[in-house]
C-alpha cells in the first residue's frame, strides 16, 4: 500500500496531540510543518514504523522533498518515493541529489568483508564513469606497486591486510583535452578501521566499516557536480587500505619517508587515515589544481568538538575557507570552522624524525583535530592556498536519530560540488 503525503500549516487536530507533527487518515498522513527539518523528522518517524512506500502530494517545494527523503531513507529496507510534480530543472536536480545520495549511503553502509579496498576504488570509478563515460579516464594501483610509484603511506597502512591497499586516481575530463584540472579531490578511503596495533576497543570498532566516508563523499561531490553539467576538468584520489593486525602490519616506532622528504615517525597506529590522505595530497598538488579539497573521517575530536551535527572545515587560507562556508550553508549543508594555523604542523613532535603522525596519547590529545589537520598541511602545495580539509563528524550515526536512520548520512557532497562549479 502507497501512503499519501500532505503537508499543512495547520496544526493538527487536537486528538493526535498537542504541536503534534503528524496526523493519520485513511491511506493518508499529514505533515503539519513545512520546514524541511521538520519534514525530514516526520519521514523518519514513518520509516521507523516499517512504512517503505510513500506518495508526496499537494504542492511539495524542492528542498521538502529532499529532505522526506533523507529522513525516510533506511538500510534495512528500499524506500519508494513517488515525488511530487517539479518544474524539468528541479526535478533534475532532485533526481541527481537521490541518485548520488542513494549510492553514497549503500556504500558507507555496505560490510567490510564485502568492501575491500580494492572494491572500494572500483565502485567509485564505476559509479563516475556510468555518469560521463567518454569524459572519465582512471587507474587503480595496488599493493606493492605503491611503493613502486612512491605512495608510501597507503601501503604502510594497508600492508598489513591479506587484500591489498589501492589507490584511484581518476580524472573527469569533460573537453578530452588533458588540461590541467580545477580542482582535485582527496578522500580517506579505509574499508574498516581495527586500529592496527594501537587497538580500538570492541565498542570503538563497530562502526568502522564507515571510515571509508570521506571516500564517498568527494566521490559524491564529484558526482553530482557532473550531474548539474560541470564542464571543467577534476581529479580525485581515493586512498583505501584495511587497518587490521598481522606479522606484516606497520608497527610504532616505524618511521616512513614521503616523497616530499617529510619522515614521519608512527606514535599511533590509529591514527592512519591522515598517512594515507598524505599521499592523496601529494598526488593533488602534482596535478596543478587550484583548489584541493580533502575529505575524511579523520578524528574523533572534531566529533567532540561539534557533535554529529556539523563537519568541521580547517584552512590555512582564509578566503578559501570562507567560500567553502558560504556554499556549504547555501547548500544547507552544516559545516563549520576549527582553527588551523601554520604551528600546527609541528604539534606532533617526534624525537626520530620530522614529526609524528599523532600525539601519543588517546584521541591525540589537546587540539586532536587540528594538529592533524597541521600534520597534513606538511603535504599540500604553495603553503596551503586554495587548500581545505574537511573532517566529516556528521557523516554518520552508530544509532538512529529523530533525523536520520543508522548509517551514513550523505552529509557533505552538496558542498563539494557546488564548489566544484564555483
Not at 52 to 77: N, V
Not at 168 to 194: C, H, M, Q, R, Y
Not at 268 to 276: L, M, P, Q, Y
Request: aromatic residues 8%; hydrophobic residues 40%.
Amino acid at each position: 500500500m502507497t501512503l499519501q503525503i500532505f503537508l499543512s500549516d495547520q496544526p493538527a487536530p487536537k486528538q493526535w496531540g498537542e504541536s503534534a507533527l503528524l496526523s493519520y487518515g485513511e491511506d493518508k498522513v499529514t505533515i503539519h510543518n513545512h520546514d524541511p527539518e521538520s519534514i525530514q523528522i516526520a519521514a523518519r518517524k514513518l520509516a521507523a514504523q516499517g512504512l517503505s512506500f510513500f506518495a508526496l502530494q499537494g504542492g511539495w517545494q524542492l528542498e521538502q522533498q529532499w529532505a522526506f527523503f533523507q529522513g525516510a531513507y533506511d538500510p534495512k529496507f528500499d524506500v519508494q518515493i513517488e515525488y511530487d510534480e517539479l518544474n524539468d530543472e528541479q526535478s533534475q536536480e532532485l533526481d541527481a541529489r537521490v541518485q548520488v545520495s542513494r549510492w553514497m549511503r549503500s556504500i558507507v553502509n555496505e560490510t567490510p568483508e564485502i568492501l575491500a579496498p580494492e572494491v572500494l576504488a572500483q565502485e567509485a570509478a564505476d559509479f563516475i564513469q556510468g555518469l560521463a563515460p567518454s569524459h572519465v579516464r582512471y587507474q587503480i594501483i595496488k599493493g606493492e606497486d605503491l611503493v613502486k610509484q612512491g605512495h608510501i603511506g597507503t601501503w604502510e597502512v594497508g600492508r598489513g591486510s591479506e587484500r591489498p591497499p589501492a589507490i584511484l586516481k581518476l580524472e573527469f575530463d569533460p573537453n578530452n583535452d588533458g588540461a590541467a584540472p580545477v580542482a582535485a579531490l582527496v578522500g580517506k578511503g579505509i574499508t574498516f578501521d581495527s586500529g592496527g596495533y594501537s587497538i580500538k576497543p570492541s565498542a570503538g570498532m563497530l562502526h568502522m566499516k564507515a571510515d571509508m566516508g570521506g571516500a564517498a563523499t568527494v566521490t559524491g561531490g564529484l558526482a553530482l557536480a557532473i550531474l548539474r553539467g560541470l564542464d571543467k576538468p577534476v581529479h580525485l584520489y581515493l586512498c583505501c587500505a584495511e587497518n587490521l593486525i598481522s606479522g606484516h602490519a606497520y608497527k610504532l616506532g616505524d618511521i616512513l619517508t614521503y616523497p616530499n622528504g617529510v619522515t614521519v615517525e608512527i606514535q599511533n597506529t590509529d591514527a592512519e587515515g591522515r598517512i594515507v590522505l598524505a599521499d592523496g595530497l601529494l598526488l593533488a598538488g602534482q596535478s596543478g589544481a587550484e583548489t584541493i579539497i580533502d575529505a575524511a573521517t579523520l578524528t574523533g575530536a572534531a566529533v567532540t568538538a561539534l557533535g554529529e551535527d556539523y563537519n568541521a572545515v580547517f584552512a590555512l587560507d582564509d578566503v578559501a575557507r570562507a567560500h567553502y562556508l558560504k556554499v556549504a550553508s547555501e547548500e544547507s549543508e552544516r559545516h563549520w570552522p576549527l582553527p588551523l594555523e601554520p604551528f600546527h604542523a609541528a604539534k606532533c613532535p617526534s624525537n626520530f624524525a620530522e614529526t609524528a603522525n599523532s600525539r601519543p596519547v588517546k584521541g591525540g590529545g589537546p587540539g586532536g583535530a587540528s594538529n592533524a589537520a597541521g600534520f597534513l598541511s606538511r603535504f599540500v602545495p604553495n603553503e596551503g592556498k586554495g587548500w581545505i580539509h574537511v573532517d566529516l563528524a556528521a557523516a554518520y550515526r552508530d544509532n538512529a536519530t529523530a533525523k536520520w536512520s543508522a548509517g551514513g548520512t550523505g552529509v557533505g557532497f552538496r558542498a563539494i560540488a557546488r564548489r566544484l562549479l564555483n
